[in-house]
């Protein structure tokens, strides 16, 4: 994609049809984040706390529940997901995301990913991150610890902003 793809019509799915942003960039939009965050809300928590919509950046959820309206998404993002499992590598990477991941529209506009985990997964921490990265062949941008800090959340919120400003589409 030589340019920024823009926002098509909303509808639940189809190709060219795109879902509308949780949190819609405020001014110019720059580039977009998706995120998923599962019951415990603590991703969702830590996107809203890093304001990305005030630095013009869409902010869109990958659907809890599967009987959700499929999120469809036609310009770059940063994809943002927690790990799950335990350690395992079968289990790192929740099933809605792997379906998110699975439409090609969506994965076409993969730019990077940014993964949050818990120190006890040992080696597997932020696994979800590692997979994807590979998988999609993207960067692994960024990673934190459960809900993140103060301090992630400005990293966050600065990082990608960046990432954007300097990889133009």
């Known amino acids: 994609m030589s340019d920024m793809a823009k926002p098509g019509p ?17 001014g110019d ?3 977009s984040v998706v995120y998923f965050s599962s019951a415990s809300q603590n ?3 830590f996107i809203a706390n890093c304001h990305l919509e005030d630095e013009g950046i869409d902010v869109f959820r990958i659907p809890l529940r ?7 998404v036609n310009q770059p993002y940063i994809l943002v997901v927690p790990t799950y499992g335990g350690g395992s590598a079968k289990k790192a990477v929740m099933p809605q995301i792997k379906r998110f991941l ?3 529209q969506n994965r076409a506009c993969i730019r990077g990913v940014i993964a949050s985990g818990n120190t006890n ?4 921490f932020c696994m979800a991150g590692d ?3 590979r998988k999609c062949q993207v960067p ?3 990673y934190f610890e459960l809900m993140g800090t103060k301090e992630d959340e400005d990293k966050v919120r600065k990082g990608v902003l960046d990432f954007f400003h300097n990889h133009p589409e």
Not at 10 to 26: C, D, I, M, N
Not at 66 to 72: G, M, R, S, T, V
């Open 131 to 133: 997979i994807i990265s």
């Open 121 to 124: 997964f040992g080696d597997a």
């Open 29 to 31: 939009r720059v580039g």
């Open 66 to 72: 599967p009987k959700d309206p499929e999120l469809k």
């Open 140 to 142: 692994f941008l960024y």
């Open 10 to 26: 909303v509808g639940s799915g189809g190709q060219g049809e795109v879902s509308p942003p949780e949190l819609a960039a405020k």
């Open 43 to 45: 991703t969702a928590r």
């Open 102 to 104: 699975n439409d090609p």
